[in-house]
């Protein structure tokens, strides 16, 4: 692997590994991280210059990902719609649940590998990281805050204060640092470690269903989904129709092009087996459902992506040899790391893991 380099542009010095950061009149220590790029891959589109990465940074936006302050009614953390257990996106709800369990419009996708994103959300309203929290934290069916309430929350709260002081040193906590944190754990979240990635490094081997689908894959569905991140991060209009409750036109409700309308960001097909249900409202339940619609003969709408105006022509052998490879994709690195779970959920675990050893 090779080393992403940095550099620390904060007011301070480093040394020894060290970053010494000036708050408050006083110089506090900070750790960098440096950002390891797997091999292979290419320079991520985040510009760390802007934001080092250090571990008290990190671990600072961990704690804020899985506070509920940041919500109005405090219960709804990041966390609520971008689970671990699913590959940090939304599991077995269609779309995703904000505060007073109201339903938002969209289903959460995955956010790892967000290092190599340029725009963000199903629709790329979002350009850049640091900004996409603010926007669930202040849509009224998913966090319904406002930026000036969190700050104020996050201003009052001494522990907080303390570590915002250290990581950027800063004395009043504004929007610019709230983006920078979450986005220094958000970035920490790169999936790599999947059964395909380690068979393509030669330290694993795929048996004949895996093999047979990734083969199938290549020739099917690499075009929209081609590795390393299994999405080419376009937006595209895969025919499907509208949803007549949500009517959420897509890429067209930033762009304003009517060319634009039902275009969605291509979705990573990392973690897929584990992320259900599928599609920007969530609408399929299985990846069957999935490859049936795709192979489905329904006339498709005059604006459906050239690739998929026809569909995609899959037996029943190939959806179970696809369905194998895309298997592959799942990375229970990311799924079960004590470093990306919250703490409460580390603390039950190591609970559970001392009660089984005392036995």
Known sequence: MKRYRQHIIMI????????????????????????????????????????????????????????????????????????????????????????????????APGIVN???????????????????????????NEMGETLDSVLYKLNKHP????????????????????????????????????????????????????????????????????????????????GIPEDEVLHDKGRMRITGKSADSLKFKVPSLRNVAISFPYGHDGRWATLRNVFEQYRSKQPRSAGTDSLLKNGILLSNYEIGQLTAFLYTLTDSTISNNPAFLPEELNRLQKQTRDIHQNK
């Open 12 to 107: 301070g010095i480093v040394l020894s590994g060290i970053a010494w950061v000036h708050a408050d009149n006083w110089w506090v220590p900070v750790h960098p991280v440096q950002f390891t790029v797997p091999k292979g891959w290419p320079a991520p589109a985040y510009d760390f210059s802007s934001n080092p990465l250090t571990k008290e940074g990190i671990n600072l936006g961990k704690q804020l990902f899985y506070d509920g302050i940041l919500s109005k009614d405090g219960m709804v953390s990041c966390g609520t719609c971008h689970q671990p257990f699913a590959g940090f996106a939304t599991y077995d709800h269609s779309v995703s649940h904000g505060i007073d369990n109201r339903f938002t419009t969209r289903n």
């Open 114 to 140: 967000m290092a190599w994103q340029k725009n963000f959300m199903w629709d790329g309203g979002i350009v850049h990281l640091d900004l996409q929290p603010l926007a669930p934290i202040t849509a009224e």
């Open 159 to 238: 522990e907080y204060r303390k570590k915002f002081q250290q990581v950027f040193g800063v004395k009043q906590i504004t929007t610019l640092e709230l983006g920078k944190a979450i986005s220094q754990f958000v970035l920490s979240l790169v999936s790599y470690n999947s059964k395909y990635d380690r068979v393509m490094r030669g330290e694993d081997q795929f048996i004949l269903p895996e093999k047979l689908g990734y083969e199938i894959f290549q020739q099917k569905c690499v075009s929209c989904h081609p590795p390393p991140f299994f999405t080419d991060f376009s937006f595209r209009n895969a």
